[in-house]
């Protein structure tokens, strides 16, 4: 079996992405109510009964609001950091796996390399999965890309990247001053401009998928974001632009 992917969906409204490799899957966030991450697990051929564990990037309510719900509801175990646990008051889990000091784990013949990214929130972290000789790197919400970053995303075979804003729509946009600060400041988000700039550092041309993704539904658009990106998307063998509503559908790693 192959290392494979989809979302449930990316942006502010809520996140959360599938990870599978085998019989084993794992969600990576959930901004969504059970009944509305049951409905988008269900368009992807998948209910939470079937995960094995769910990860938290970090503490922010698109990513985090669902997560407890649907673990007591499941019996899931949760992996996230220190940090981020002590960041909000989420209630009793039924299981908590700490991500300590950033260190590799494993889920099964999943292995999970969890990565400090500079964002406005306790612990963030973000992950590089490999599992069968495939890797996939999800990257988003981070306001800079650090050389860390770059070494441990370069040389993936699949790759999700946040590319949320543009700048001039971010200044222009309705948002208030102190918020247009925090989005794009050094802790904020990734413009287009600078997720073209990650792929053009790291190279993309290796990678199978290249998915474009929190993309602001006020302060970007697809078609910017493609203008942005579209030397590395050429090099990709396969871009798509992952949206809030929709995510993406299953993405296959091949090795």
Same mark, same amino acid.
């Given at each position: 079996?192959?290392?494979r992917?989809?979302?449930?969906?990316?942006?502010?409204?809520?996140?959360?992405?599938?990870v599978?490799?085998?019989? %084993? #899957?794992?969600?990576?966030? #959930?901004?969504?109510?059970?009944? !509305?991450?049951?409905?988008?697990?269900?368009?992807?051929?998948?209910?939470?009964?079937?995960?094995? *564990? @769910?990860? @938290?990037?970090?503490?922010?309510?698109?990513?985090?609001?669902?997560?407890?719900?649907?673990?007591?509801?499941?019996?899931?175990?949760?992996?996230?950091?220190?940090?981020?646990?002590?960041?909000?008051?989420?209630?009793?889990?039924?299981?908590? %796996?700490?991500? !300590?000091? %950033?260190?590799?784990?494993?889920?099964a013949?999943?292995?999970?390399?969890?990565?400090?990214?500079?964002?406005?929130?306790?612990? *963030? *972290? =973000?992950? @590089?999965?490999?599992?069968?000789?495939?890797?996939?790197?999800?990257?988003?919400?981070?306001?800079?890309?650090?050389?860390?970053v770059?070494?441990?995303?370069?040389?993936?075979?699949?790759?999700?990247? !946040?590319?949320?804003?543009d700048?001039?729509?971010?200044? =222009?946009?309705?948002?208030?001053?102190?918020?247009?600060?925090?989005?794009?400041?050094?802790?904020?988000?990734?413009?287009?401009?600078?997720?073209?700039?990650?792929?053009?550092?790291?190279?993309?041309?290796?990678?199978?998928?290249?998915?474009?993704? %929190?993309?602001s539904?006020k302060?970007?658009?697809?078609?910017? *974001?493609?203008?942005?990106?579209?030397?590395?998307?050429?090099?990709?063998?396969? #871009?798509?632009?992952?949206?809030?509503?929709?995510?993406?559908?299953?993405?296959?790693?091949?090795?």
């Amino acid at each position: 079996m192959t290392l494979r992917f989809a979302s449930l969906g990316s942006g502010s409204k809520g996140n959360g992405t599938l990870v599978a490799s085998g019989d %084993h #899957c794992l969600l990576v966030d #959930c901004g969504f109510t059970i009944k !509305e991450t049951e409905r988008r697990m269900a368009r992807l051929g998948m209910s939470p009964a079937d995960l094995s *564990a @769910v990860l @938290v990037t970090h503490e922010h309510s698109d990513h985090l609001s669902g997560v407890a719900p649907l673990a007591r509801k499941y019996g899931l175990p949760v992996y996230l950091t220190p940090g981020t646990l002590r960041a909000r008051d989420i209630g009793k889990l039924p299981s908590v %796996h700490l991500i !300590e000091g %950033h260190q590799p784990f494993a889920v099964a013949d999943i292995q999970v390399t969890p990565v400090a990214v500079p964002h406005d929130a306790r612990e *963030a *972290a =973000q992950f @590089v999965f490999r599992s069968r000789g495939s890797s996939l790197g999800l990257l988003t919400d981070l306001g800079t890309v650090t050389p860390h970053v770059e070494n441990h995303f370069a040389g993936c075979d699949a790759l999700v990247l !946040e590319a949320n804003h543009d700048p001039q729509m971010l200044a =222009q946009g309705p948002y208030p001053p102190s918020l247009k600060r925090r989005v794009g400041g050094a802790y904020g988000h990734l413009s287009n401009q600078q997720a073209a700039g990650f792929l053009q550092r790291v190279g993309s041309e290796q990678l199978q998928h290249l998915v474009v993704a %929190h993309i602001s539904e006020k302060n970007n658009t697809v078609a910017l *974001a493609r203008a942005a990106l579209a030397e590395a998307a050429e090099q990709a063998a396969n #871009c798509i632009f992952a949206c809030q509503q929709g995510g993406f559908d299953w993405l296959n790693v091949e090795k």
